[in-house]
Protein backbone atom coordinates (compact mmCIF):
# COMPACT_ATOMS: atom_id res chain seq x y z
CA UNK A 1 0.00 0.00 0.00
CA UNK A 2 2.67 2.33 0.88
CA UNK A 3 4.48 1.50 -2.26
CA UNK A 4 1.29 2.22 -4.27
CA UNK A 5 1.07 5.71 -2.70
CA UNK A 6 4.37 6.38 -3.19
CA UNK A 7 4.35 5.20 -7.21
CA UNK A 8 0.92 7.58 -7.58
CA UNK A 9 2.77 10.60 -5.91
CA UNK A 10 5.42 10.26 -8.34
CA UNK A 11 3.41 9.61 -11.28
CA UNK A 12 1.45 12.59 -10.63
CA UNK A 13 4.47 14.76 -9.47
CA UNK A 14 5.74 13.76 -12.94
CA UNK A 15 2.30 14.41 -14.64
CA UNK A 16 2.54 17.98 -13.48
CA UNK A 17 5.89 18.56 -15.02
CA UNK A 18 5.09 17.45 -18.18
CA UNK A 19 2.27 19.58 -18.58
CA UNK A 20 2.00 22.83 -16.79
CA UNK A 21 -1.67 24.28 -16.80
CA UNK A 22 -2.37 25.50 -20.18
CA UNK A 23 -2.18 29.39 -20.80
CA UNK A 24 -5.79 30.67 -20.89
CA UNK A 25 -6.85 33.14 -24.23
CA UNK A 26 -9.84 35.12 -23.40
CA UNK A 27 -11.68 35.84 -26.92
CA UNK A 28 -15.03 36.96 -27.89
CA UNK A 29 -17.15 35.58 -30.62
CA UNK A 30 -19.63 39.20 -31.11
CA UNK A 31 -22.82 40.32 -32.52
CA UNK A 32 -20.81 41.53 -35.64
CA UNK A 33 -19.39 38.53 -36.45
CA UNK A 34 -16.11 39.40 -35.48
CA UNK A 35 -13.53 37.77 -33.31
CA UNK A 36 -12.18 40.21 -30.42
CA UNK A 37 -9.14 39.92 -27.96
CA UNK A 38 -9.03 42.57 -25.35
CA UNK A 39 -11.26 44.69 -27.65
CA UNK A 40 -8.87 44.27 -30.70
CA UNK A 41 -10.76 42.94 -33.72
CA UNK A 42 -9.27 39.74 -36.01
CA UNK A 43 -6.11 39.55 -32.96
CA UNK A 44 -3.00 37.70 -33.69
CA UNK A 45 -2.09 34.87 -30.70
CA UNK A 46 1.39 33.59 -30.38
CA UNK A 47 1.67 30.48 -29.34
CA UNK A 48 4.61 27.43 -29.34
CA UNK A 49 4.82 24.53 -31.56
CA UNK A 50 2.41 21.73 -29.26
CA UNK A 51 2.00 24.75 -26.37
CA UNK A 52 -1.66 23.75 -24.75
CA UNK A 53 -3.79 26.53 -24.84
CA UNK A 54 -7.58 26.71 -23.27
CA UNK A 55 -9.73 29.42 -25.45
CA UNK A 56 -12.17 30.17 -23.34
CA UNK A 57 -14.73 32.58 -26.01
CA UNK A 58 -17.54 34.56 -24.99
CA UNK A 59 -19.79 33.97 -27.88
CA UNK A 60 -23.18 36.16 -29.10
CA UNK A 61 -25.41 35.76 -31.64
CA UNK A 62 -24.69 37.77 -34.88
CA UNK A 63 -28.29 37.79 -37.43
CA UNK A 64 -28.06 33.90 -38.15
CA UNK A 65 -27.80 30.81 -36.42
CA UNK A 66 -27.49 27.26 -37.04
CA UNK A 67 -30.10 25.08 -36.66
CA UNK A 68 -28.10 23.08 -33.65
CA UNK A 69 -28.36 26.51 -32.34
CA UNK A 70 -24.56 27.17 -32.96
CA UNK A 71 -24.72 31.30 -33.37
CA UNK A 72 -20.76 30.73 -34.05
CA UNK A 73 -17.95 28.25 -35.00
CA UNK A 74 -14.00 27.74 -35.48
CA UNK A 75 -11.59 25.91 -36.97
CA UNK A 76 -7.71 26.37 -37.92
CA UNK A 77 -6.39 26.22 -41.15
CA UNK A 78 -3.31 25.83 -42.13
CA UNK A 79 -1.07 27.85 -45.09
CA UNK A 80 -2.43 25.84 -47.31
CA UNK A 81 -6.16 26.04 -46.08
CA UNK A 82 -6.25 22.19 -44.62
CA UNK A 83 -8.04 22.17 -41.43
CA UNK A 84 -5.59 21.55 -38.70
CA UNK A 85 -6.78 18.16 -36.57
CA UNK A 86 -8.15 18.94 -32.81
CA UNK A 87 -9.25 22.73 -34.01
CA UNK A 88 -13.32 22.24 -34.83
CA UNK A 89 -16.06 23.80 -32.75
CA UNK A 90 -19.43 24.94 -32.87
CA UNK A 91 -19.85 27.93 -30.23
CA UNK A 92 -23.16 28.43 -28.39
CA UNK A 93 -24.29 31.49 -27.03
CA UNK A 94 -22.01 32.50 -23.81
CA UNK A 95 -18.26 31.28 -22.05
CA UNK A 96 -16.91 28.08 -23.46
CA UNK A 97 -13.56 26.79 -22.96
CA UNK A 98 -12.02 25.21 -25.62
CA UNK A 99 -8.93 23.23 -24.70
CA UNK A 100 -6.42 22.66 -28.07
CA UNK A 101 -2.59 22.24 -28.71
CA UNK A 102 -1.02 24.79 -31.39
CA UNK A 103 0.52 22.97 -33.77
CA UNK A 104 3.82 21.29 -33.85
CA UNK A 105 5.22 23.24 -37.23
CA UNK A 106 6.23 26.92 -37.26
CA UNK A 107 3.90 29.39 -39.02
CA UNK A 108 1.13 31.32 -39.23
CA UNK A 109 -2.90 29.75 -39.08
CA UNK A 110 -5.88 31.27 -39.70
CA UNK A 111 -9.03 30.69 -37.38
CA UNK A 112 -12.47 30.89 -39.06
CA UNK A 113 -15.79 31.19 -38.61
CA UNK A 114 -17.58 28.22 -39.16
CA UNK A 115 -21.34 28.92 -39.30
CA UNK A 116 -22.80 31.08 -41.58
CA UNK A 117 -23.32 34.13 -38.70
CA UNK A 118 -24.63 37.22 -41.12
CA UNK A 119 -23.83 38.68 -44.07
CA UNK A 120 -20.29 39.75 -42.40
CA UNK A 121 -19.51 36.17 -41.69
CA UNK A 122 -16.42 35.96 -44.12
CA UNK A 123 -14.83 38.35 -42.54
CA UNK A 124 -14.63 36.52 -39.15
CA UNK A 125 -11.38 35.33 -37.89
CA UNK A 126 -8.14 35.53 -36.17
CA UNK A 127 -4.36 34.68 -36.64
CA UNK A 128 -2.31 32.22 -35.23
CA UNK A 129 1.42 32.65 -34.92
CA UNK A 130 2.99 29.01 -33.91
CA UNK A 131 7.43 30.19 -33.49
CA UNK A 132 9.71 28.41 -31.23
CA UNK A 133 10.27 30.67 -28.32
CA UNK A 134 13.26 33.31 -28.96
CA UNK A 135 12.34 32.92 -33.16
CA UNK A 136 10.02 34.43 -35.26
CA UNK A 137 8.03 32.93 -37.81
CA UNK A 138 8.91 33.85 -40.82
CA UNK A 139 6.34 31.92 -43.22
CU1 LIG B 1 -19.43 33.86 -36.86
Given at each position: ???C??????????????????????L?????S??????????????????H???RI??????Q????????????L??????V?????Y???G?????????L????????????C?????G?????????????A??
Open positions: MIVGVLGAALLSNAQSIAPSPRVIETADKDRFRQDGKVAPIIEASPGELILTATRAKVARDGSVHGLALDKDENAPGWRFLHPVQELAVTAPQAGRYTAVCTIISDMHEMGFTLVVSAPGNNKE
